[in-house]
């Protein structure tokens, strides 16, 4: 399995940016997947997360800002961030897993996010 994450860049506060995350080796579409980030200094936090069925979850404080997506065809996951604030600032991750609820065993290589105030 591998995932490529990309999208990541510099952005103003209130600022768009589009994190992407091509897998290899499993089905986005039947694969629960899941995007976190890791601040400096701080510990690595699940930021949303899609279910095998299309369920989604997100970190409270991501909610109305942030969209995780899923295209099957290109066999990507989508993290759209809207509304960009300085403390989203972070490398984002994006991993797999085998099963809904189960252990996120298959990670990306990271793409750092900053925002600027």
């Known amino acids: 399995v591998q995932l490529q994450a990309s999208g990541g860049g510099l952005v103003q506060a209130g600022g768009s940016l589009r994190l992407s995350c091509t897998a290899s080796g499993i089905i986005v579409n039947t694969n629960p997947m899941a995007w976190y980030r890791q601040a400096p200094g701080k510990q690595r936090e699940t930021v949303a997360t899609?279910?095998?069925?299309?369920?989604?979850y997100y970190v409270d404080s991501v909610k109305g800002r942030f969209t995780i997506s899923r295209d099957g065809a290109k066999n990507t996951v989508y993290l759209q961030m809207n509304n960009l604030k300085p403390e989203d600032t972070a490398v984002y991750y994006c991993?797999?897993?085998?099963?809904?609820?189960?252990?996120?065993?298959?990670w990306g290589q990271g793409t750092l996010v900053t925002v600027s105030s």
């Open positions: 899609i279910l095998s069925a299309g369920a989604t």
């Open positions: 991993a797999a897993s085998e099963y809904d609820y189960g252990s996120y065993d298959y």
